[in-house]
C-alpha cells in the first residue's frame, strides 16, 4: 500500500519568506517617506510655500495696493512744496495716473466680489467713498489751486479735507487688510488641514499595501500547518487502508520511536489487536532469527536513502507455532530537509505464493533434470544407433559379398555339377543377396537423412529433376518416357538431402511407368492449400488410395516385388527429406491412372 | 611387374580369399601378402616379422600398393594409415582404403589420414571383381610408383 504524503516545507523556507516580506514592507516605507518628505515641502506653512509667501509679502510690503492711496496722498504733499512748474506738472500727471489706477482696481474689485462678500462693505464705504472724495478734491481742488499758484490754499486742503479722507482710507486699508489676513490664515489653515488629510490618506493607503502584505506573507506562512493538516488527512486516509485493506499495516514513528501495528496485521499471525502489543520487542520476538538481518538491513537501507526502496521478504512465527511467510512494502516520510520522521508499511502474506513458487521450482528442477535424463538417454540411444548403422554399413555387407561372392564361384566353377533347378536356386541366392545389399544401403541412406546436418543454400528443383531424368533415359534407352519439367523451380533446402528425395520420386515414377509403352511424367509446381507445392506427376501404375496411409512409412509396399521390386524405404526417405524441411509430403493416385506426389517446401 | 608385391590388410577370411580370386581373373599375378590385423601389417612393412608367404620383402623393400581394410582387430586401418605416413621411409607408399563402409566419416578420415585411394567394396561379385581388376591395372601398371626413401 502506498501511503500518500507530501513534503513539509522546512524552515529554510520560511525565512526566505520572511525575508522576502521584510524587503518588500522596507521598500514600501522608504517610498512612502520619500513621498511623505515631498509633501511637506510643497505643503502651506511648508519650506517652500514660505519661501513664496514671504516674497510676495515684501513685494506687498514695498509696492502698495491701488486701493490704499498713500501714494496719492504723498503726491499732494510734494505738491504743496514744489514751485518749478515743470516738476508740479509731473506731479499732476502722476496723480492723475495713480487716481486712474485706483479708479480701475476699485472698479474690479467691485465687480470681482459678489454683493453679499463681506468685504464689499468695508471696501465701498471705508475704502472707496473716501478715496473718491480725496481724488475728486485733487482734481476739482487741489490741482486748481496749484496750477494757480496758491500754494497756501494748496496746504489748507492738504491739512482739513485730504488728510482726513487719507485717514478714514487707510483705516478701511489697515482693517479690510486684517480682514483678508486673517481669511488667508483660515485658509491656509483648512489646506493645512486637507493636506493633512490626505496625507492621512496616503498614509492609509500605504498601510492598506503593507498590511495586506503582511497578510498575504501570513497566509503563506499558514501553508506550513496547511502541510500538516494534509499529512493529517492521509493519515485518516491511512486509517481508512488500515480497515479497508487486507494487507496488514505498520505505522513507525522514527523520532519517538514508537511502532503500531494494524488488528489486521496482527490477526494475520493469529493474535487479536490486543493480545499483540505495539512495540518492536513483540516483533521481533516472532521474526525468524535467519530473517532479522537482512529485514533490518533493508530498512535502514530504505531509511538511509529515498532511492532505495523498501522491500523484504521474511517469515513471522504464527501463533499456532508455524512460521508464515511476509512480504513487506513501505515508505519512509520525510521532512522539507529529506530526513525522515515517519515510516508506514504495509504486509501480506506470502506462505501461499511462495509454496506455490517452490512447487514450480521443484517441478521445474525436476523437468529439468527428468529432460537432462531423455537427452542423456536419447544421446546414448543416437550414439548406439550410430554405432549400429556404422557396423551395419561395415559389417552387414561383408557376408553377404561372402554369400553372393561364393555363390557365384559356385556357378562359375561347378556348373557341371548342378542341374538347371540347382543353378536356378544359386541364382535366387545371388539376387535375394543382392537385394539384402540394397536395403541396407538404402536402410543407411534413410538413417543419414535423420542425422545428417542440414546445410540450407538455394536449389534448382528444375535443374536436379532435368539431370535425373536424362541420367534415366541413358540407363534404360528402351524406355520411351516423356518428361515435362516445369523450368525455374528456385527453393531454399539442402541440396543434397533434395537431390535424395527427388531421385527416389524419380526412380519410382520411372518404376511404376515402366508397363506403359508410351510413359509421362511431369514435374512442376502448383497452388495447394497451404501454399505453393511442387508435384510429380505420372501415369504408371498407380495405387488404391485405401492404403496411402503406409506409403511413406519405412518397408511398406503396396506392389508385389515381382510386379516392382523396391526395398520399401524410397518413399520414407523422401517424407524424413521433406519433414526436415518443415514441409508436408502426400500422394493421390487411382490404380492404373497413375499417381500425383505433392510435397511442399515452407522454409521458402 | 612381378616383383611388386601388393599388401592387403583384411581380416575377414572370405574377402581374403574372394580378393584373392578377384587379382586371379584379373590376371594379375603380383605376390599378394596378407596381415589380418593393424599390428601384423605394420610388423611386416617395419621388417619385424617375415611372413610365411612368398611375398618377403627384401632389405629395404616395401610393398608397391597396400589395400587397407578400415575395420580390423587390434590397430584399426586408419591407426595403421597413420603410422605409415607417420614413418620417414613409409611416408609416400600408395595407401588404398578397400572397405565395406560408405560412412561420410570414414571417407573423410581416410582421406585426412592420407590415403590416396578409396574405394567401397560392391556386395555384387562381378562388382567387385571388375573394382580389383580396375585397382591393380591403375596402381601397379598405370601409376608410377614414387621415389624411395633412403
Known sequence: MAIPHRPIRGPSTLSKLIVFVGAAVFGLLVLTGSALYTLNQVKVGGTLYRQVIESKDLRADLLPP??????????????????????????????????????????????????????????????????????DKVENQLIPASQRGDLGEVRKLLRDSLDRDYRLNRRAVDSLSALARSEVESREASAGTTIAVEMGALLFAAALVIGSLLVFAFLWLRQVPKVEKSLLMSEERFQLAVNASSAGLWDRDLIANTVYFSPVFKAMIGYTDEEFPNDFAAFFNILHPE???????????????????????YRLKHKNGEYRWFQGRGEALRDGEGRPYRMLGSVIDITEQRRAEEEIRRLNTELEQRVLDRTAQLDLINRELQAFSYS????????????????????????????????????SVRSETQRMGHIIDDMLNLSRVTKAEMRIAPVDLSRLASAMTSRLAKANP???????????????????????????????????????????????????????CYCLRDDGA??????????????????????????????????????????????????????RVYFTLPIN | MNSKVILLVEDNPSDIALTKRAFEKSRISNPLV??????????????????????ALAENELPALILLD???PKLDGLEVLQHIRGHERTRR??????????????????????????????????????????LGLYWLVLNEIPPKID
Not at chain 1, 554369400?403 to 544359386?426: F, H, N, P, T
Open chain 1, 542 to 595: 498407380g495405387f488404391d488410395m485405401a492404403h496411402a496411409g503406409k506409403l511413406f512409412s519405412p518397408f511398406q509396399r503396396l506392389h508385389k516385388y515381382a510386379e516392382f521390386p523396391g526395398t520399401g524405404i524410397g518413399l520414407a526417405t523422401v517424407h524424413r527429406v521433406i519433414s526436415r524441411h518443415g514441409g508436408k509430403v502426400w500422394a493421390e493416385s487411382r490404380v492404373n491412372e497413375g499417381t
Open chain 1, 291 to 313: 530473517d532479522k538481518p537482512g529485514l533490518v538491513a533493508a530498512v535502514q537501507a530504505h531509511i538511509g536513502s529515498e532511492k532505495i526502496p523498501y522491500r523484504a521478504e
Open chain 1, 478 to 532: 528402351l524406355r520411351k518416357v516423356e518428361c515435362r519439367i516445369e523450368p525455374g523451380m528456385h527453393v531454399h533446402g539442402d541440396a543434397g538431402l533434395l537431390e535424395m528425395a527427388l531421385n527416389n520420386l524419380f526412380e519410382n515414377a520411372w518404376k511404376f511407368t515402366s508397363r506403359k509403352d508410351a510413359a509421362h511424367i511431369e514435374f512442376f509446381r502448383t497452388e495447394g492449400e497451404s501454399g505453393p
Open chain 2, 93 to 134: 607408399l600408395p595407401v588404398v582404403i578397400l572397405t565395406s563402409s560408405k560412412e561420410d566419416r570414414d571417407l573423410a578420415a581416410g582421406y585426412d589420414g592420407g590415403a590416396n585411394s578409396y574405394v567401397c567394396k560392391p556386395v555384387k561379385f562381378e562388382d567387385f571383381a571388375v573394382a580389383i581388376e580396375q
Open chain 2, 70 to 72: 578400415l575395420k580390423l
Open chain 1, 66 to 135: 491701488p486701493l490704499y492711496i498713500v501714494e496719492g496722498y504723498l503726491l499732494a504733499h510734494e505738491l504743496a512744496e514744489v514751485g518749478n512748474p515743470a516738476a508740479r506738472d509731473s506731479i499732476l500727471q502722476k496723480l492723475r495716473q495713480v487716481g486712474g489706477l485706483f479708479q480701475r482696481r476699485y472698479a474690479h474689485w467691485l465687480a470681482t466680489l459678489p454683493p453679499s462678500h463681506p468685504h464689499r462693505d468695508i471696501l465701498r464705504e471705508g475704502v472707496g467713498k473716501p478715496a473718491i472724495r480725496f481724488f
Open chain 2, 34 to 55: 596378407v596381415a589380418e590385423d593393424g599390428q601384423e601389417a605394420l610388423d611386416y612393412l617395419f621388417g619385424k616379422t617375415k611372413p610365411s608367404v612368398d611375398g
Open chain 1, 392 to 427: 551395419v554399413s561395415h559389417d552387414l555387407r561383408a557376408p553377404l559379398r561372402g554369400i553372393d561372392g561364393w555363390s557365384l564361384v559356385l556357378q562359375e566353377d561347378y556348373a557341371d555339377k548342378l542341374d538347371a533347378q540347382g543353378r536356378e536356386y544359386l541364382q
